[in-house]
């Protein structure tokens, strides 16, 4: 069958060297980006979502307490579906975004 070039959202690069040795890469440059668009984000912009994390914060809080609660189950929910999607790239291909990841999760 070959080798692998796309598995579970990640794309394999394959070098094979002269002398014998094979290096492999992989990214989830699509994902990323399929990601970044579904926020409405630009790759170098800057957010425009918070987060329950500000200095002198409790971490577990929402900062919108005037909201109704369906509102906030609905930013809960929308916050936890991002935390989820920074977890599979920090999981998969970027162990870089770990430490921000769990502080978030």
Same mark, same amino acid.
């Not at 990323?32 to 170098?44: G, K, M, V, W």
């Given at each position: 069958? !070959?080798? +692998? ?39 170098? !912009? ?36 991002? +935390? ?16 921000? +990841?769990?502080?978030?999760?």
């Amino acid at each position: 069958m !070959g080798p +692998v070039s796309h598995y579970l959202g990640i794309e394999f690069s394959w070098i094979f060297h002269p002398d014998g040795h094979l290096s492999v890469s992989l990214t989830q440059q699509s994902f990323a980006e399929s990601f970044i668009h579904s926020l409405d984000l630009s790759p170098t !912009g800057s957010s425009p979502y918070s987060t329950p994390y500000h200095s002198g914060m409790s971490i577990d809080t929402l900062p919108h307490q005037d909201l109704l609660a369906p509102a906030q189950d609905q930013l809960r929910l929308q916050y936890l579906s991002i +935390v989820g999607s920074l977890n599979w790239l920090a999981h998969t291909t970027r162990p870089d975004l770990s430490m921000v +990841v769990s502080l978030l999760a």
